[in-house]
């Protein structure tokens, strides 16, 4: 489902609560739907915000520089902006920084920790997709103390080459469990954190 599948969702007049649906006939279509309404009735995009405010580390997947564009994942921890957007706070030594200063396209793949351990193919978990930018000089200091909250541990990392970078959600593929997958709007990703 989502970019090229021929599925795109749109916000429904406003709502955060639920997503709709344009299907083009691809042969999946039927299931496609009926994963759609299976996370809608799971909470569609609040389990994304949920997993963002309440996972404290992710993976972040970017587009290697030095690799010829392969993917590159790796772990890291995150906050969440007054918007309610991934902040990450990145060395610029690291692999993924360097890749996202040539690409700034990125995907964070956040998943509930505690139902992993269980059983992870029933875990909730999604794939926000953005841009990753450097904080602005005006969101510093309250990037700053959210992401100290979170990781109070970080404090000495800001004195060294470690920056404040936020991922702009652009859109979100949920998975809520069985049956239950589809792609939202980043804007009903988004929210006050």
């Known amino acids: 489902m989502g970019p090229g599948s021929g599925v795109r969702v749109r916000s429904s007049s406003g709502s955060r609560s639920k997503a709709r649906t344009t299907v ?4 999946n279509s039927g299931a496609e739907r009926e994963a759609q309404k299976g996370l809608e009735a799971r909470g569609g995009a609040q389990l994304a915000r949920d997993l963002l405010r309440n996972e404290r580390a992710a993976v ?3 587009s290697s520089a030095s690799r010829g564009g392969h993917p590159f994942a790796s772990l890291v921890p995150f906050a969440l902006s007054s918007e309610g957007e991934p902040l990450l706070l990145l060395s610029a030594l690291a692999e993924h920084t360097r890749n996202l200063s040539a690409d700034p396209r990125a995907c964070l793949h ?6 992993v351990a269980k059983d992870p193919r029933t875990a909730a978990r999604a ?3 953005g841009r990753v930018r450097r904080v602005r000089a005006e969101e510093e200091a309250d990037a700053r ?6 990781h109070p541990g970080a404090r ?5 080459d470690f920056a404040l970078h936020v991922l702009a959600i652009e859109e979100a593929q949920i998975v809520g469990g069985f049956a239950a997958a ?9 929210g006050p954190a």
């Open 156 to 160: 000495g990392l800001l004195g060294l």
């Open 60 to 62: 972040l997947a970017t």
């Open 182 to 190: 589809g792609w939202v709007p980043g804007a009903d990703v988004r």
């Open 110 to 115: 956040v998943h509930d920790a505690a139902a």
């Open 127 to 129: 794939a926000i997709l």
């Open 24 to 27: 083009a006939s691809d042969g």
């Open 145 to 150: 103390a959210r992401y100290l909250a979170r």
